[in-house]
């Protein structure tokens, strides 16, 4: 699982890096997801790392429903 906080205003950069930004759940600066690590994923990161933090997390995170 990673944790993926977005660390930079997308002001000022293109439209896909901001569909891409709101694609992993982003929306605000300081904001953040949990997101499966899948290669559909990291693809999204591997485009707009410039704005974006990343960490792994050991344990799995349950979410509640």
């Known amino acids: 699982m990673l944790k993926v906080t ?10 896909r ?3 891409t930004v709101k694609a992993l759940g982003l929306g605000r600066v300081g904001s ?8 559909a994923v990291m693809g999204m990161i591997a485009k707009v790392p ?3 933090t990343v960490e792994t997390l050991q344990d799995p995170v349950e979410e509640k429903q």
């Open 32 to 39: 953040s997801v949990v997101q499966a690590e899948s290669p």
């Open 50 to 52: 410039h704005l974006l």
């Open 6 to 15: 977005l660390k930079k205003s997308v002001i000022g950069y293109n439209k």
């Open 17 to 19: 890096q901001r569909a």
